[in-house]
């Protein structure tokens, strides 16, 4: 179960988002367009992700070749790809926020599944869903620790790309006048 969840879905997701770099110069300008500031396609990875951390889901998608292909499918064509179209169209403060909502979204399956009771998969047996809990829990500590270093480290190109930054010079700029605009600055 703990391989299904942390290794084989993060998986398909990662082909989805390689696809979408070698797809994006193709992508459609009315499909860039519709999808404003990344919102729609980010609501789709979000409702998506929902569904395959359902434990009925994993049971159906072991039980069933259809859904199993169907997992195959949505977790590539409908959360790598759209994640991958649409992370770049969202502001920097949109996806901290997606970020900072997707790491406790993780934990708290985990925890889910620690705390049950009972088996949550027919497939999987308790000690195999208490892997997965644990798994789930270590995986969202670990991004969230990797998110605070790249905090303090002052956010990396792949987390907040330059052109979503804020200026940030140690000298305030000057404007110049219509007459100085051909002229060189000079030196103090």
Same mark, same amino acid.
Not at 57 to 60: I, R, S, T, V
């Given at each position: 179960m703990a391989l299904?969840?942390?290794v084989q879905l993060p998986l398909l997701i990662a082909l989805g988002l390689v696809m979408a770099s070698a797809l994006r110069r193709w992508e459609p300008r009315a499909l860039a367009e519709a999808d404003w500031l990344g919102i729609p396609g980010l609501v789709l990875v979000g409702f998506v992700t929902s569904l395959w951390m359902l434990p009925r889901?994993?049971?159906?998608a072991l039980a069933d070749p259809l859904i199993d292909l169907a997992k195959f499918l949505s977790l590539t064509l409908l959360v790598g790809?759209?994640?991958g179209l649409s992370w770049p169209r969202m502001p920097g403060l949109g996806r901290a926020f997606v970020w900072a909502n997707f790491i406790p979204k993780i934990g708290a399956v985990g925890g889910l599944y620690l705390a049950a009771p009972t088996r949550l998969c027919a497939f999987y047996?308790?000690?195999q869903q208490a892997t997965a809990g644990w798994t789930?829990?270590?995986? *969202?500590a670990a991004?969230?620790?990797?998110?605070?270093?790249?905090?303090?480290?002052?956010?990396?190109?792949?987390i907040c790309p330059p052109r979503a930054r804020l200026h940030n010079s140690a000298e305030p700029r000057? *404007?110049?006048s219509a007459g100085d605009l051909d002229a060189p600055e000079a030196a103090d």
């Open positions: 299904h969840m942390a889901m994993l049971d159906w790809l759209p994640l047996r308790l000690d789930l829990i270590a995986i *969202s991004l969230g620790l990797a998110t605070f270093v790249a905090a303090l480290a002052g956010w990396p190109e792949a000057q *404007s110049k």
